[in-house]
């Protein structure tokens, strides 16, 4: 292991940080109150660059490393994780398979507009009836002449009500034999006959960014729009991007984490109980102390995990412990935030609620802690 941040690396997280304290904090009582985040804002991190860090320049992008990326999320989930979840899928999931297996024409009509801000990407892959097991879905993909027709119901699509343009997963070898190597990923666009977002899902947390079901009818896609160009590629090209969005969901964490200490911080520094500051009971402090050993080995595994990315070695094991241990530091974090603020852990007007309400969005996607520890269990060899 031999890894460490550079000089540039604590410069960019320094400009991110403060363009989150600037711009994005100020915003989030507005943003949370009406549900959604701000168009404007979203716009204004594509002319920063930010959703071009990891693509190269040809299309717009910084070809900055996973590091830098990792710090991005970061910090931005320090800020305010709706738009930190939008901004992961823009820049990742929702952009990465026109990159990697699109046309030239798709990403310069798609994803050189995307890394400005100007067109929004997102990933369909999850159904009604299969989250975890992605081999269970049931959206079919025929081949028809010179194209594909889809059918099918997608849920808990991130960003869906904005997107241009949506990666789906669809089978096109429906043999419950195939499993995962009958799945595809389709491009489908904004405005393609048979394509509707068909409810809104109302959720606890990360509530500006907003989830909902969508529906394909005969959704008629040209042959290029298969990404890869070839059957049963898809799901092999989506387990390649798993890593990634697994030390990145770690960094979100780590960032919420962090956020959820310093606040409950401040708070016991100031609020007396008793005739003392709470945070002089040791009580109270053995929990930053949990708190801090907790953020400090998130840190250790997700900036390893995305070094390891960039080394291009192996981290199956790495990548799921990241995710699994940053996203539970969270999740446990924003929990004694609410506990250190007494009452006001649960008053809307304090921070700590949507801290705990936005840390469970973390749990889910990328696979959930129960699965990240079968693939931990697995990668040892059980
Ligand atoms: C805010 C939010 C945004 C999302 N955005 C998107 C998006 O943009 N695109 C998209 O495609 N999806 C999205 N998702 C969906 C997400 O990817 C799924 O929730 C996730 O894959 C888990 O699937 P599920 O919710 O159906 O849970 P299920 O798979 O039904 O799991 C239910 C429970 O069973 C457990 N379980 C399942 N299988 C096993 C097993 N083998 N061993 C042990 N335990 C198991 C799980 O851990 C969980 O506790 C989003 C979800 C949320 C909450």
Redesign the pocket.
Known sequence: MDFQLSPQHEIFRRTVAEFVEKQVMPRVPEMEARGEWDAALFKRMGELGYFGLRYPEKYGGAGADSVMFAIFLEEMARGYMSLA?AAM?QCL?GTNFIFRFGTEAQRERLLAPAIRGEKIG?????EPG?????GAITTRAVREGDGYILDGT???????TRADFFTV?AKTNPDPKAGFRGIDMFLVEKGTPGLAVSKKIP?V??VA?E?SEITLKQVRVPAENLFGGKEGFGFAALREMLNEIRVMTGALGLGLARAARDESMQYAQQRVAFGRKIGEFQAIQHKFADMETEIELSRLMVYYGAWLIDQKLPCNKEAAIAKLYATEAAVKAADEATRIFGAYGMAMEMTPQRFFRDA??LL????????L??IIAKEMGM
């Not at 997102?122 to 999850?126: D, Q, R």
């Not at 997608?154 to 869906?160: E, H, L, P, R, V």
């Open positions: 979840a899928m999931m997102t990933i369909a892959m999850t299969a989250g975890s097991d992605l997608k849920t808990w699509i991130t960003s869906a997963a959720k947390g990360v960014s989830t469970r969005f889910y996607g990328g696979g959930t802690s129960e699965i520890r079968n």
